[in-house]
């Protein structure tokens, strides 16, 4: 007490607390100072590095010009490409519309030939039907005369067998009557040979003589009477065989006859249907003909189709590109930034604990009034082994002047700061200067614009140079770039899927026309080949 009583009476109050600061303030110099130069250093090694990325950035922006150049040219070559093929598509088409006019007349002459030849047709399937009943009617006939000629046949077989027997039963009853005739021949030999003495006896013997005289006149006028009617039936058994004979003679002139109608009706039927078959031919050629040319315009409705698929994915691809590369060049841009950012917020080297600095958030908006209450004091760091550092102290239980906000409610810090900002108040600039003069030892007054006021009459306005307000601003610049650069990097994967599914798609779409085009030059043969099938089948009918 008296050392301050005699301090105050000299008019040197607080002198060693003035001092104690100043030499912390010249410590905190001294190592700014330092951390300037490192600063200078780094700022220079960054300028070195920017002026390469400037280089390189001049280097992406004349590549860049002269891809867009490129990709231009490839655009109005495949444009002059596109346009010469759309002239040789034109040419194809007259070509193709020609030979559609050809074929159509081709096609109308088919059809009169094809009404000509059905006006036809029905007369040749009446007579065919005709014919068909004739030859129904003939094989009939004919398989009738076949039964009369095998019944004829038979018939003419017993008749022969039966005369053969008559001719055999003639010669018999013959050889009988030349028998008989001897036997009265040498009767009347011996009976007129026979001398006559007893006429009783010769009468008897003559009787017993006629009696077997009568009976072979008797047998001989059976065996004549055999015989003729041996010869009467031998005679009707011929008269029935030339009968036969002729009627098999007729049915076989019939037969012939009926032979070669059948033969005519057949060759009829066969030009017939050599006709119907030639209009069959006809009628395929024809839908093979409307078949080919389905299947040519299927095959050119793909080709187009593919042609607009084509086109669609080359503007889709075309338009994925410009949000791809601004995406990649904002998260390049972000990238650098966060770099130099880092580099220029690198923690001290040694094994002494970060500054606070990089361990104070704050809400947005509050960093110079954070910077002002804090000072170069925001450099040092919390361990107590640092040549300065911020060892923590109980918070005062001296009250802010009314209107005055602590600062601690604006700001997430180490504890250690908790007694410095529980005295440091946030005002507005306007009340600041008024407010000052309520201060107790110890308090500040600060505004978000960076106003500075302390219980010892010390001010500060923005104006005045503060290495804490910018690394303060320079780290929230870091988080936020750092929080922008996650939805950055998803947009650009997203673009760049969305770039790739164009691009693949439009590879996919050059694929499918090839295909489609290679798939047009055989539909156009097929085509070819069923025209003319369709005119050799109609010159043929």
Not at 84 to 91: D, F, G, S
Not at 425 to 434: F, S
Request: hydrophobic share 45%; net charge negative.
């Amino acid at each position: 007490n008296r050392r301050r009583i005699l301090e105050e009476a000299a008019g040197i109050a607080g002198l060693n607390t003035r001092r104690h600061e100043a030499e912390l303030k010249l410590n905190a110099a001294e190592a700014n100072l330092e951390r300037l130069s490192e600063v200078s250093a780094e700022v220079e090694r960054q300028l070195a590095s920017l002026k390469r990325q400037a280089a390189k950035a001049r280097r992406y922006k004349k590549l860049s010009e002269e891809i867009y150049a490129l990709d231009a040219l490839i655009a109005h070559l495949r444009w002059h490409e596109a346009k010469l093929a759309c002239e040789t598509a034109r040419e194809k088409l007259e070509e193709t519309k020609r030979q559609v006019e050809d074929a159509s007349r081709q096609d109308a002459a088919c059809e009169a030939a094809r009404v000509e030849a059905g006006e036809g047709l029905a007369p040749l399937r009446e007579a065919e039907s005709l014919v068909a009943a004739k030859l129904g009617q003939a094989r009939i006939a004919l398989a009738k005369l076949e039964t009369e000629r095998k019944v004829a046949s038979d018939a003419h077989a017993r008749l022969e067998a039966e005369a053969t027997r008559l001719m055999e039963d003639i010669e018999r009853e013959q050889a009988a009557k030349t028998e008989a005739e001897e036997a009265l021949a040498n009767a009347k030999f011996e009976l007129s040979a026979l001398p006559v003495e007893d006429e009783t006896a010769n009468a008897e013997t003559e009787a017993q003589t006629r009696a077997v005289l009568e009976a072979a006149r008797a047998d001989l006028i059976k065996a004549e009477q055999a015989a003729d009617d041996a010869q009467a039936r031998l005679s009707e058994a011929r008269a029935r065989r030339q009968a036969s004979e002729d009627q098999a003679a007729a049915q076989t002139r019939r037969k012939t006859q009926l032979t070669a109608e059948v033969d005519r009706l057949r060759a009829d039927m066969a030009a017939l249907e050599d006709a119907v078959t030639l209009v069959s031919k006809l009628k395929a050629a024809k839908a093979a003909e409307e078949e080919a040319e389905a299947a040519l315009q299927t095959a050119e409705h793909a080709v187009e189709e593919a042609e607009q698929r084509l086109a669609a994915t080359r503007d889709a691809e075309t338009a994925a590109q410009p949000p791809r590369d601004e995406a990649a060049s904002a998260v390049r841009e972000l990238e650098a930034e966060i770099g130099g950012l880092r580099k220029l917020l690198r923690k001290a080297e040694g094994p002494s604990a970060p500054p606070v600095v990089e361990r104070i958030r704050t809400r947005d908006g509050y960093e110079k009034a954070v910077a002002a209450a804090l000072g170069d004091d925001i450099e040092a760091p919390t361990d107590k082994a640092a040549a300065m550092y911020w060892g923590g102290a109980d918070a005062v239980g001296q009250i802010l002047p009314e209107g005055a906000t602590p600062l601690s409610q604006y700001t997430d810090a180490p504890g250690e700061l908790a007694a410095r900002l529980s005295q440091c108040g946030l005002v507005d600039a306007a009340e600041g200067a008024r407010l000052a003069g309520q201060l107790k030892p110890g308090q500040r007054l600060v505004s978000k614009e960076g106003y500075l006021w302390r219980w010892d009459g010390f001010a500060r306005t923005p104006d005045a140079p503060v290495s804490a307000a910018a690394r303060l601003e320079q780290q929230a610049r870091l988080e936020a770039a750092l929080a922008e650069l996650g939805p950055l990097q998803e947009t650009l994967a997203a673009r760049d899927a969305d770039f790739t599914a164009a691009r693949d798609a439009r590879i996919a779409a050059e694929e499918a026309l090839r295909n489609c085009r290679y798939e047009v030059a055989p539909a156009q043969r097929a085509l070819n080949m069923a025209r003319s099938t369709v005119a050799e089948a109609a010159q043929a009918s």
